[in-house]
Nanobody
Framework: QVQLGESGGGLVQAGGSLRLSCAASGSIFSINTMGWYRQAPGKQRELVAV???????NYADSVKGRFTLSRDNAKNAVYLQMNSLRPEDTAVYYC???????????????WGQGTQVTVYS
C-alpha cells in the first residue's frame, strides 16, 4: 500500500515563503505525475502544480512565477517552494501521485492527508 507523507505547512506572513515536501513510500513500481493540489474553505480542490516523470511541470496561473515545484525521482519525492505568499494562498495543500504498484497493474490516484498553509496580512 502506498502512502504519501507531507510536511512543511504552517503560518506565515504575506510576502513570506514556505516549502512543502512530499515523499511516497510503499510498494511503488513507477510514478507518472506527482504534485500538489489545494482546497480553501468553501471551495473545490484545485491544482497548484504537478510534474511528470520527465520533469515537465504544470502550474496554476495564480501561482506562476511565485511557486516552484521540483521532483527527486530517486526519493519518490516532490518539493513545492512557495514564495511571495498571499492571503489567498491559504488552504489545505494535498500531495497527489498517479502511480503503479506493479508493472502490469492499473494507474492509481493517491492522496496525502493534507497540510495546512495559512497566510496572514
Amino acid at each position: 500500500q502506498v502512502q504519501l507523507g507531507e510536511s512543511g505547512g504552517g503560518l506565515v506572513q504575506a510576502g513570506g515563503s514556505l516549502r512543502l515536501s512530499c515523499a511516497a513510500s510503499g510498494s511503488i513500481f513507477s510514478i507518472n505525475t506527482m504534485g500538489w493540489y489545494r482546497q480553501a474553505p468553501g471551495k473545490q480542490r484545485e491544482l497548484v502544480a504537478v510534474v511528470t516523470s520527465d520533469r515537465s511541470t504544470n502550474y496554476a496561473d495564480s501561482v506562476k512565477g511565485r511557486f516552484t515545484l521540483s521532483r527527486d525521482n530517486a526519493k519518490n519525492a516532490v518539493y513545492l517552494q512557495m514564495n511571495s505568499l498571499r492571503p489567498e494562498d491559504t488552504a489545505v495543500y494535498y500531495c497527489n501521485a498517479i502511480l503503479k504498484e506493479w508493472p502490469w497493474g492499473p494507474l492509481q490516484n493517491s492522496w496525502g492527508q493534507g497540510t495546512q498553509v495559512t497566510v496572514y496580512s
